[in-house]
């Protein structure tokens, strides 16, 4: 560039140059002001495209991988939920004031404000339940109780953003009603199967009195999930994405579990064992720190997603 800058100079003041001689290979202080204007004009607009360019794709690679570790839980929860027994509703989690003994299931969990979704489901243990013959024993398959958290509490290791992590309590594996293992989780009980309807039953559940829940035991499933809430969602999205809009049937209260609009939050039909999952992530906020607040002009730094799925587990 400077090579071309000079041949041009050099023509155009040549003939002011013959009066100086030793001039014509040199440059004076105006020839090299002169170049240094005209390669600014010229590399300033270049750098700018460049920066521009690189800051795309920069926030293209951070949505491109926001969007897969979205992806990623959202099929994890999905594989999850299909295997449950039976989900809780609101009402199953803060409580039934129409059954005294239905306090709710979500305060005697570990940091009960941030649980958002519980289920039942059977976990399958290999090799455990005897007889073994060549180190070869029998599988078994135990009760356990599931629970998914929004956590958004101050961390060294994590984004400062909404994380959602899982809490899982099992029984142990038996053989004749003994246990055969000592893997049984503390806190855990089983529901009193008796009288009543299955939603009365595991709704009256109660954890095992003498021991509390180990919250370390949560394993953080994903980052940067949206801790706001974004208004705009109708006042009955839970019984209309259920398809629940009979007079008789829960009201939306009921359905909800988490809040409306948030990052995470459920909607749950306990009687046909459905759950309504919906969740949204931050991106912006791994390009910048300040971007804590929704903007409706970079949704797409913003992905979500929901899906409904249906739990297949049964009881034994």
Same mark, same amino acid.
Request: charged share 25%.
């Given at each position: 560039?400077?090579?071309?800058?000079?041949?041009?100079?050099?023509?155009?003041?040549?003939?002011?140059?013959?009066?100086?001689?030793?001039?014509?290979?040199?440059?004076?202080?105006?020839?090299?002001?002169?170049? +240094?204007?005209?390669?600014?004009?010229?590399?300033?607009?270049?750098?700018?495209?460049?920066?521009?360019?690189?800051?795309?794709?920069?926030?293209? @690679?951070?949505?491109?991988?926001? @969007?897969?570790?979205?992806?990623?839980?959202?099929?994890?929860?999905?594989?999850?939920?299909?295997?449950?027994?039976?989900?809780?509703?609101?009402?199953?989690?803060?409580?039934?004031?129409?059954?005294?003994?239905?306090?709710?299931?979500?305060?005697?969990?570990?940091?009960?404000?941030?649980?958002?979704?519980?289920?039942?489901?059977? @976990?399958?243990?290999?090799?455990?339940?005897?007889?073994?013959?060549?180190?070869?024993?029998?599988?078994?398959?135990?009760?356990?109780?599931?629970?998914?958290?929004?956590?958004?509490?101050?961390?060294?290791?994590?984004?400062?953003?909404?994380?959602?992590?899982?809490?899982?309590?099992?029984?142990?594996?038996?053989?004749?009603?003994?246990?055969?293992?000592?893997?049984?989780?503390?806190?855990?009980?089983?529901?009193?199967?008796?009288?009543?309807?299955?939603?009365?039953?595991?709704?009256?559940?109660?954890?095992?009195?003498?021991?509390?829940?180990?919250?370390?035991?949560?394993?953080?499933?994903?980052?940067?999930?949206?801790?706001?809430?974004?208004?705009?969602?109708?006042?009955?999205?839970?019984?209309?994405?259920?398809?629940?809009?009979?007079?008789?049937?829960?009201?939306?209260?009921?359905?909800?579990?988490?809040?409306?609009?948030?990052?995470?939050?459920?909607?749950?039909?306990?009687?046909?064992?459905?759950?309504?999952?919906?969740?949204?992530?931050? +991106?912006?906020?791994?390009?910048?720190?300040?971007?804590?607040?929704?903007?409706?002009?970079?949704?797409?730094?913003?992905?979500?997603?929901?899906?409904?799925?249906?739990?297949?587990?049964?009881?034994?």
């Amino acid at each position: 560039m400077l090579s071309l800058v000079r041949f041009w100079l050099i023509g155009v003041l040549k003939g002011k140059s013959k009066t100086t001689q030793g001039n014509d290979l040199g440059f004076t202080m105006v020839e090299l002001l002169i170049s +240094a204007v005209v390669a600014s004009m010229i590399i300033t607009p270049i750098l700018f495209f460049v920066v521009d360019v690189l800051r795309t794709d920069t926030r293209e @690679e951070i949505k491109a991988r926001s @969007e897969q570790e979205l992806q990623a839980a959202a099929d994890f929860i999905r594989r999850d939920l299909s295997q449950a027994i039976y989900i809780y509703d609101g009402k199953g989690l803060d409580g039934d004031p129409a059954d005294t003994d239905a306090n709710g299931v979500r305060n005697q969990l570990p940091d009960s404000d941030d649980v958002v979704l519980v289920f039942w489901k059977q @976990e399958f243990i290999p090799n455990v339940v005897p007889p073994c013959q060549d180190n070869r024993c029998n599988d078994a398959q135990v009760y356990s109780l599931v629970a998914y958290y929004l956590q958004t509490d101050a961390s060294d290791t994590w984004s400062g953003q909404g994380r959602i992590s899982r809490l899982q309590i099992k029984d142990c594996p038996k053989d004749g009603g003994e246990c055969v293992a000592d893997i049984k989780d503390q806190g855990f009980q089983l529901p009193t199967f008796g009288e009543g309807t299955l939603q009365q039953i595991m709704n009256r559940w109660k954890r095992d009195p003498d021991h509390e829940i180990k919250r370390a035991s949560r394993e953080v499933l994903i980052d940067y999930i949206y801790p706001g809430v974004v208004a705009g969602l109708a006042e009955d999205h839970c019984k209309t994405a259920l398809g629940l809009t009979a007079t008789d049937d829960p009201p939306e209260a009921d359905l909800l579990s988490g809040d409306k609009g948030s990052g995470f939050f459920v909607c749950v039909d306990s009687g046909r064992t459905a759950a309504l999952v919906n969740l949204r992530m931050n +991106a912006a906020f791994r390009i910048d720190p300040n971007a804590t607040t929704f903007d409706r002009n970079r949704r797409s730094l913003f992905p979500e997603t929901s899906f409904l799925v249906k739990g297949f587990g049964t009881l034994n």
